[in-house]
Structures are given as C-alpha cells and as structure tokens.
C-alpha cells in the first residue's frame, strides 16, 4: 500500500475526503455494486497530479505545445495569485 494512503490532508469547508465521497457513491446504489466496487477501489492507485508535472509529460511528447501551455499556465499563475 502506498505510503500516502494515511495522510489526511486538511480540507476546504465543504471538501470530503475521497473516501466519504466514494462511501456516498456506494450508498446511492442501495447495496447493489458494493463488493465490485471496494475491490476495485483497493486495486486501483489514484494519486493527485500536479499541473507543472502534467505540463512536463506534454512538454517531453510536444515541446511546442508544451512550452505554449507552460507559458499559459505562468500567466495563470501570476493573475490568480
């Protein structure tokens, strides 16, 4: 199990941990997906991406692109700061 799996970060007023998001998902179907669904939450691995990395993998497959978004992304940085 990934070492981030116990680390509780502290979230927004109104935010819910994923976990409370998904029991409220599995609750909604009244029973009928549970097992298939909590297998396929303990197979899977969902980690948080940040944009720069997002902005690195385009870069390295499309400098053009890449560099265009990066410089997109700056502006964002600098205008919702």
Wanted: with cysteine; net charge negative; proline share 5%.
């Amino acid at each position: 199990m990934n070492q981030f799996m116990n680390h509780k970060p502290e979230l927004p007023p109104g935010w819910a941990m994923p976990d409370d998001q998904v029991n409220r998902r599995i609750s909604s179907h009244e029973g009928e997906r549970d097992d298939w669904f909590k297998l396929t939450l303990e197979i899977i691995d969902i980690r948080s991406i940040s944009w720069e990395a997002i902005l690195d993998t385009i870069n390295e497959k499309d400098s053009k692109t890449g560099e265009s978004l990066k410089e997109y992304y700056s502006h964002c940085l600098t205008f919702n700061s």
